[in-house]
């Protein structure tokens, strides 16, 4: 079964330094998440992306935060200038358009922030 | 903002009894979804119910949804110590768009 794949899975960084998360979302899904779970807590919404371009996003993902599909195949999310409270596991997530089907997770890179 | 509230926020119970963990939330969504989570792991789907009086089951879990009072349950039958996860309900707001998760109900089944 086709699967989201997300690199790398733990990303360790200096505060204040950019990071790169990577996701390749399944070949034939057109809508793309990311979602954040800080340890212990709820999986919150960060934005959603259909057709190049955001389609919603939460309050969270404020300037710090950015997302691209550079390619046919990455999603990417950018956080410039990381804080410690940004520490969490980050999943991407893909869905079909108008899908019944649920969306489906990657396994997640945990960002840990010094 | 839209809420999504489940209870209870712990569960532990023995093998072998019932017991129904409940999710409301605050928009008129008619999608809600069921996910399973093991410790450290990513989010497995459990069920899809897209419409009012939608119930699903599989194995020794049995989802609804009530629409109109906004609340769906996730019911577990003569439950097994690899039920033993975290459980979340999460709500489509805007069409796709926008997902809200609960806070999670996380299970322990003891032997």
């Keep these: 079964e086709p699967e989201v794949t997300q690199t790398p899975s733990h990303q360790v960084t200096q505060m204040g330094q950019e990071v790169i998360l990577r996701c390749v979302p399944i070949s034939n899904h057109l809508y793309f998440y990311w979602y954040r779970q800080i340890l212990g807590q709820k999986v919150e919404f960060l934005v959603s992306f259909y057709n190049?371009?955001?389609?919603?996003?939460?309050?969270?993902?404020?300037?710090?935060?950015?997302?691209?599909?550079?390619?046919?195949?990455?999603?990417?999310?950018?956080?410039?200038?990381?804080?410690?409270?940004?520490?969490?596991?980050?999943?991407?997530?893909?869905?079909?358009?108008?899908?019944?089907?649920?969306?489906?997770?990657?396994?997640?890179?945990?960002l840990s922030i010094l | 903002?839209?809420?999504?509230?489940?209870?209870?926020?712990?569960?532990?119970?023995?093998?072998?009894?019932?017991?129904?963990?409940?999710?409301?939330?605050?928009?008129?969504?008619?999608r809600l979804y069921w996910y399973r989570q093991d410790p450290g792991k990513s989010l497995e789907s459990l069920f899809v119910l897209l419409s009012n009086g939608a119930v699903k089951q599989e194995g020794r879990l049995m989802a609804s949804l009530d629409t109109k009072a906004r609340l769906s349950t996730l019911h577990i039958?003569?439950?097994?110590?690899?039920?033993?996860?975290?459980?979340?309900?999460?709500?489509?707001?805007?069409?796709?768009?926008?997902?809200?998760?609960?806070?999670?109900?996380?299970?322990?089944?003891?032997?």
């Design chain 2, 77 to 111: 039958t003569a439950a097994v110590h690899d039920l033993s996860a975290t459980y979340f309900c999460a709500v489509d707001e805007d069409n796709f768009n926008k997902f809200y998760f609960g806070s999670g109900t996380k299970l322990n089944v003891k032997p």
């Design chain 2, 1 to 30: 903002e839209l809420k999504v509230e489940q209870n209870p926020l712990f569960l532990s119970m023995q093998e072998g009894k019932n017991y129904t963990i409940y999710c409301n939330y605050s928009t008129t969504s008619d």
């Design chain 1, 52 to 110: 190049n371009e955001i389609s919603e996003k939460s309050e969270i993902f404020d300037d710090q935060f950015s997302v691209e599909r550079p390619d046919g195949s990455n999603f990417t999310l950018k956080i410039r200038s990381t804080k410690l409270e940004d520490s969490a596991m980050y999943f991407c997530a893909s869905n079909k358009v108008y899908s019944n089907q649920p969306q489906h997770f990657g396994d997640g890179t945990r």
